[in-house]
């Protein structure tokens, strides 16, 4: 498949882009190639690398709006985990649809995934196009075959599946500290060195699972961590917000990636993840907006501007963090976290790609279009999707939207866990 697009804008200047098969193979100008797709942006479309969402939780969708105004103790005990165990599979294949059509219309190509049944993610990310790293979730005490007995036997079948794939990839998800023994936490990290997975996994989200810790081991998370031999390059870790500066250390030297979710954060008063002091570390900072539930979104332009803003606030500072280096975390830096060879706009890159229409009043006047993709929300202005060189939204369509969603509405209101 080859794709040309044709007179688009890449940091100011205007020339054509052209896809061959997976990657970007041509960037230039008055390209005219005989090709199977062509996109004209006629001067009025910028291009973008596709935004990568480093934490989510996409078929939480399901539960948007409920549990509002929590704690994250009582939101995930109370609420979250009771309507959690009657999910059926089918729910998460719908609900894991509805989130990427939530993320392709906010310009994401990629999602980094933590949640239960695999098997039903897998097919919705591959009817939807969309790059995912679907992470097989750890716990101690599991209901949905999250064990390591259930792991180790869904496995190969899982990696016979995904065997023509390019575009999904596995990941270990130990759940967190406080629902990982240590045991299973050592498992885990054997079983991604076997498979060569990356780790994906919530750390110090509250003050309360630091206290947890000082006292049943009488250490912070990163110390335990790095007492168990838990730690390396490709460890993915979300939230990371309380840390101490030794932790901070431990963490550049054994070259884990962390990523920042303010939204969910913010709204479950977790706190604020210490970019002030990150920031002059080696440490790969990506951005997420963990579940639709406690966020409640999947737009990630949103999330950098929150971003943006809060650490502003928090440092006292208005260039504690600039629009270019937050939406660098949406693009370059979450790429580098997976290991992936995009989030930037170069010939050699996988093809993941966004069109902005500079028509759109939100991108007017476009003095500077980071700023404006980062600060003026650029949702509203994505246009076209393209991901690992194929065309998921094109004009503002999606193929199938409309059924998508008509059946997933149908499916949800006669859902057993709504009564
Ligand atoms: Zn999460």
Redesign the pocket.
Known sequence: MRILIKNVILEKRKVDVLIEGEKISKIGRNLNLKVDEKIDGKEEKAVIPGLINC???SAMILLRGLGEDLFLKDWLEKVIWPIEDKLSEDDVYWGTKLAILEMIKSGTTTFNE?YFYPEAQIEATKEMGMRGFLGLVLVDFSTKDCDRKSIEEKFPKLEKILKNSSSIKLTIAPHAIYTVSKENLIWAKNFAKRYKLLIHM?LSETQNEIKESLKKYKMRPVEYLEKIGFLGKNCIF??SIWLSEKEIEILEKRRCGLVY?PT?NMKLVSGVFRWGKIKNTKINVCLGT??PASNNSLNLFSEMKIGALLQKIENKNPVAISAKEIFQMATKNGALALKINAGEIKVGKLADLTLIDLNKIEMFPNYDLISNLVYSDAKSCVSDVICNGKILMRDGKIEGEEKILKIAKFKLQNASWRK
């Open positions: 934490h989510t939780h933590m919530h979300a939230h979710n969910s963990d579940g």
